[in-house]
């Protein structure tokens, strides 16, 4: 075990020790795990009080500083489990799921050990899947059992896991003692129901433990050549790309996590991964790690993002229903994933972290925040299994060009020339279908012949950003990644409402990637230096602009 690098990488960051080949807790530790695993009536451990007394001598047996845990975590367990959670659901966590949990964390060790034995055998034959820091601007996979990850997030229930170095490494806290905290110095219902969502996963495993598994890759766009990565596009490949928009379906209503068919599903993340998951977030990313909880087992070994990278995680499996969000945000029982299992043993659930530019204001339009954006959206959206074909489309940073020479300007004069909000030139062979469900857009013909997207107002909440122009640099980087279909949820946001009439027309006109790309980089220029102030579908259509209305200045900032 000492040769192996991946395990080097990681140790400093697990609470355990390393020596004559194993793996091993210190025996205080294995001690105290042992009297927690007999139950309560041999523990006395029947208490959030108590349990956390108990976390407290575990942490100081194996040296953590006092200073590395949140000062109310105490409180916060106490009150948690000791007068929020009910009465008969205290007494079954205490009494059947603390055992299990402590005996879980007593074979951690073992699970590690069996875990890199087997990755040295190459779940990916000529692949590294072993755990690991997987770097920043190193493209990597980690493979997980879900047993594994289970023990990790135990390890992060009880706070066991050493602080130190972390920030440094830029890895987010994977500890769960500042979410506790939170009940105790500015509580809200919300983040009591969190707490609910991760003790009714720990509940379940305890049950009945999953048997699959998830992987967790840094996909990165490489800044310099490299034969086994996709470079980075520069501004001149997207203007001269001739792909051909991809199938767009728009629904109003409805949640990604809920969609069923076999896609990406984009997670609006923060740069370091689980944003404010484990304290007082519960937005869009905090609420799907709190509902697929092995989500959380990736911010232990993934630091944050650079521009050019995103993170795919295949196979978490969903533990919880929930309604709200925000403050709102309710945990509303059991869920019971039926994804189906690929031949790896994941569940085809399919998310994928992208960080948006964060209140860009007028920066947005510029052509370095359009290019920061597409090439973020492209990473996250990107397969690695064609990276010929990308290398091929970005050879010498060349792009075949626009197939019929449309320039910017006969490209406007479409918009411009148009009475409504219809074809001018030919009727759409696919015409608009809609269904009961709230869903438009073509019909999606290769549906089953791949993976599509399925995202929505990336970056468009908090973070600030320009709905209109992130459905469209959304629409062009799953277009130029070659999927199949994008759908869209604009969970009724207003600025959205002419989304449908905007993208069958411009498919109606059968534009590329490039006339895409070009046009909106033409508005975006107009609107960065003030030519403009009218939002990007009223501009592209002028018979939409008494529909839409003419931006604040929040955007302009």
Same mark, same amino acid.
């Given at each position: 075990?000492e040769?192996k690098e991946?395990?080097?990488?990681?140790?400093?960051f697990?609470?355990l020790s390393? *020596? *004559?080949?194993?793996? @091993?807790?210190?025996?205080?530790v294995v001690?105290?795990?042992?009297?927690? $695993?007999?139950?309560p009536?041999h523990s006395?451990?029947? @208490?959030g009080?108590?349990?956390?007394?108990a976390?407290?001598?575990m942490?100081n047996?194996?040296?953590?500083?006092?200073?590395s845990i949140?000062?109310?975590?105490?409180?916060?367990f106490?009150f948690?489990f000791?007068h929020?959670?009910?009465?008969?659901?205290?007494a079954?966590w205490f009494?059947? /799921?603390?055992p299990?949990l402590?005996?879980l964390?007593l074979?951690?060790?073992s699970?590690?050990?069996?875990?890199?034995e087997?990755a040295?055998?190459?779940?990916l034959?000529?692949?590294?899947?072993?755990?690991r820091?997987l770097?920043?601007?190193?493209?990597?996979?980690v493979?997980?059992?879900q047993?594994?990850i289970?023990?990790?997030?135990?390890?992060?229930?009880?706070?066991?896991?050493p602080?130190?170095n972390r920030? $440094? *490494?830029?890895?987010? =806290?994977v500890?769960?003692d500042?979410?506790?905290?939170?009940?105790?110095?500015h509580y809200?219902?919300?983040?009591e +129901?969190?707490?609910?969502?991760?003790?009714h996963?720990?509940?379940?495993?305890?049950? $009945?433990?999953?048997?699959?598994y /998830? @992987?967790f890759?840094?996909?990165?766009? *490489?800044?310099?050549?490299?034969?086994s990565?996709?470079?980075?596009?520069?501004?001149?490949v997207w203007s001269? #790309?001739?792909?051909?928009l991809? +199938?767009?379906?728009?629904?109003? #209503?409805?949640?990604?996590?809920d969609? $069923?068919?076999?896609?990406?599903e984009?997670?609006?993340?923060?740069?370091?991964?689980?944003?404010?998951?484990l304290?007082?977030?519960?937005?869009?990313?905090?609420i799907?790690?709190m509902?697929n909880p092995?989500?959380?087992a990736?911010?232990?070994?993934?630091?944050?993002?650079?521009d050019?990278?995103?993170?795919?995680?295949?196979g978490?499996?969903?533990f @919880?229903?929930?309604?709200?969000?925000?403050?709102s945000?309710?945990?509303?029982?059991?869920y019971a994933?039926?994804?189906d299992?690929? /031949?790896?043993?994941?569940?085809?659930?399919?998310?994928v972290a992208?960080?948006?530019?964060c209140?860009?204001?007028?920066?947005?339009?510029?052509?370095?925040?359009?290019l920061?954006?597409i090439?973020?959206?492209?990473?996250?959206? =990107?397969?690695q299994?064609?990276?010929?074909?990308?290398?091929?489309?970005f050879k010498?940073?060349?792009a075949v060009?626009i197939?019929?020479?449309?320039s910017?300007d006969n490209?406007l004069?479409?918009?411009?020339?148009?009475?409504?909000s219809q074809?001018?030139?030919?009727?759409?062979?696919?015409p608009?279908?809609r269904?009961?469900e709230?869903?438009?857009?073509?019909p999606?013909?290769?549906d089953?012949?791949g993976?599509g997207?399925?995202?929505?107002?990336?970056?468009?909440?908090?973070?600030?950003?320009d709905?209109?122009?992130?459905?469209m640099l959304q629409?062009?980087?799953?277009?130029q990644?070659?999927?199949?279909?994008?759908?869209?949820?604009?969970?009724?946001?207003?600025?959205?409402?002419m989304?449908?009439q905007?993208?069958q027309?411009?498919?109606?006109?059968?534009?590329? /990637?490039?006339?895409?790309?070009n046009?909106?980089?033409?508005?975006s220029?107009q609107?960065?230096?003030?030519?403009t102030?009218?939002r990007?579908f009223s501009?592209l259509?002028?018979?939409?602009?008494?529909?839409?209305?003419?931006l604040?200045?929040?955007n302009?900032?």
């Open positions: 075990m040769n991946d395990l080097k990488s990681i140790l400093p697990l609470p390393l *020596s *004559s080949s194993s793996l @091993s807790w210190p025996p205080p001690e105290a795990l042992s009297t927690l $695993s007999k139950g009536h006395k451990i029947n @208490s009080e108590l349990l956390f007394i976390i407290f001598d942490r047996s194996l040296s953590l500083p006092e200073f949140d000062s109310y975590a105490s409180c916060g106490a948690f000791d929020l959670l009910p009465r008969d659901e205290a079954k009494e059947e /799921v603390v299990q402590a005996n964390l074979r951690l060790p699970l590690l050990e069996t875990h890199y087997n040295d055998d190459g779940v034959k000529g692949v590294k899947t072993g755990l820091l770097e920043s601007q190193e493209p990597g996979i493979f997980l059992s047993e594994l289970g023990a990790l997030l135990a390890c992060a229930l009880f706070c066991l896991f602080t130190r920030g $440094s *490494s830029h890895l987010p =806290m500890n769960f500042h979410l506790f905290a939170c009940l105790q110095d809200e219902e919300a983040y +129901h969190k707490l609910k969502c991760i003790v996963y720990f509940g379940r495993i305890c049950s $009945s433990m999953p048997e699959g /998830v @992987s890759e840094r996909k990165v766009l *490489s800044l310099e050549y490299s034969p990565c996709i470079p980075y596009p520069k501004e001149k001269q #790309s001739n792909i051909s991809c +199938h767009f379906e728009i629904s109003i #209503s409805g949640l990604i996590e969609q $069923s068919r076999e896609a990406i984009v997670d609006f993340a923060n740069m370091y991964l689980g944003g404010g998951a304290v007082r977030g519960c937005v869009q990313e905090e799907r790690f509902i092995e989500l959380i990736g911010m232990l070994f993934l630091p944050c993002m650079a050019n990278e995103a993170v795919e995680i295949v978490t499996e969903r @919880s229903s929930y309604t709200g969000y925000a403050s945000f309710r945990f509303n029982g059991d994933d039926k994804k299992i690929d /031949v790896l043993g994941r569940r085809k659930t399919r998310i992208i960080d948006a530019l209140r860009p204001g007028k920066s947005q339009y510029r052509r370095e925040g359009l920061r954006e090439n973020k959206a492209f990473c996250g959206f =990107m397969d299994c064609k990276c010929h074909q990308h290398q091929q489309l010498d940073d060349k060009n197939t019929d020479g449309r910017i490209l004069l479409l918009g411009h020339t148009s009475t409504s074809p001018t030139e030919e009727p759409l062979r696919n608009l279908i269904n009961r709230g869903h438009s857009g073509q999606l013909v290769d089953h012949h993976i997207v399925v995202t929505g107002n990336w970056g468009c909440g908090a973070f600030g950003g709905p209109q122009l992130k459905a629409w062009i980087a799953a277009s990644a070659m999927r199949p279909f994008i759908l869209y949820y604009t969970f009724g946001l207003e600025a959205l409402q989304l449908d905007v993208t027309w411009i498919v109606s006109h059968k534009w590329t /990637v490039g006339e895409l790309w046009v909106l980089a033409e508005y220029s609107r960065s230096r003030g030519a102030s009218i990007f501009w259509l002028p018979s939409l602009s008494s529909r839409d209305t003419m604040n200045d929040s302009d900032d």
